[in-house]
Nanobody, 123 residues
């Protein structure tokens, strides 16, 4: 499965962006999906994840209440709606897939990775 992330850009603090991650093949029934991010000089960290059926989601504390993960299984696409953005949200955002697995916050548990899309939040 190949993943293609898009939607990054430059936004002012308090603004919104929606990231999208398109999969190369059907992922609905077999792949849990997540978003991670990596800021300059920092480790890649978990942001959010959604179950295969989209019935369960989990978020990092730092984005809870501001970000929403969703998926459209008919389009093999996962989204990350980001509201009330802060300068500390600036990072390269990666989507990832975990085949036949449940929700997980560990990047080592994800087998498929997109190329990343850059989000820059100015103060």
């Amino acid at each position: 499965v190949q993943l293609q992330a898009s939607g990054g850009g430059l936004v002012q603090a308090g603004g919104s962006l929606r990231l999208a991650c398109a999969a190369s093949e059907r992922t609905a029934s077999s792949v849990a999906m997540g978003w991670f991010r990596q800021a300059p000089g920092k480790e890649r960290e978990f942001v959010a994840a959604t179950s295969m059926s989209a019935s369960i989601t989990v978020y990092a504390d730092s984005v809870k209440g501001r970000f929403t993960i969703s998926r459209d299984n008919a389009k093999n696409t996962v989204y990350l709606q980001m509201n009330s953005l802060k300068p500390e949200d600036t990072a390269l955002y990666y989507c990832a897939g975990r085949p036949l697995g449940g929700l997980n916050r560990l990047r080592s548990e994800y087998a498929y990775w997109g190329q990343g899309t850059l989000v820059t939040v100015s103060s």
